[in-house]
C-alpha cells in the first residue's frame, strides 16, 4: 500500500495542508481530495506546507493555482508554508508563478512577492 502524501489537519480558523515527498500526477486525486475539502470546509485560510516535497511537476503547480482561484473567488487565503526544497522553488520560479503566492516559513516568516523591478533587469 502506497503512503500517503497529503495530510489534512483542520484548525478552528485554517484548514492546514501538508504534503510530502515527490509530488507527481500519480498523487493529483490525493490533492483534488484535498482541495474539496478545504472547499467544504470553508476556513478563512488554508496553508499548504511544502516543505517535505522533494520534487514537484506541473500537476501541483496547476493544483495551486486552482486552488489560489477557488480561495480567490469565496474570499479566503492561500498560504503556502516553506521553505522549499530547490525542486520547487525552481518549480514556481521558472514557470513565472512564484509571485501569485503569498508564502510563509515555518518560523512565521512572510516571503515578500518580487516587484516587477526586482526582476532582474537593469536600466
Avoid at 515527490?22 to 483534488?32: F, G
Avoid at 521553505?83 to 516559513?105: D, K, M, N
Wanted: proline share 5%.
Amino acid at each position: 500500500m502506497p503512503e500517503t502524501k497529503v495530510h489534512i489537519t483542520r484548525h478552528a480558523r485554517a484548514l492546514h495542508i501538508i504534503m510530502r515527498g515527490e509530488m507527481d500526477h500519480e498523487d493529483a486525486e490525493d490533492v483534488e481530495a484535498a482541495w474539496q475539502a478545504a472547499d467544504l470546509a470553508g476556513l478563512p485560510t488554508t496553508a499548504v506546507d511544502l516543505s517535505q516535497v522533494t520534487f514537484a511537476d506541473s500537476m501541483l503547480l496547476n493544483a495551486l493555482l486552482e486552488a489560489r482561484r477557488r480561495h480567490a473567488v469565496d474570499g479566503r487565503e492561500l498560504l503556502l508554508l516553506g521553505p522549499f526544497h530547490s525542486a520547487v522553488s525552481r518549480l514556481l520560479a521558472v514557470s513565472g508563478t512564484l509571485e501569485h503566492f503569498t508564502i510563509t516559513h515555518a518560523d512565521g516568516a512572510v516571503t515578500p512577492r518580487p516587484s516587477p523591478h526586482d526582476c532582474g533587469h537593469t536600466g
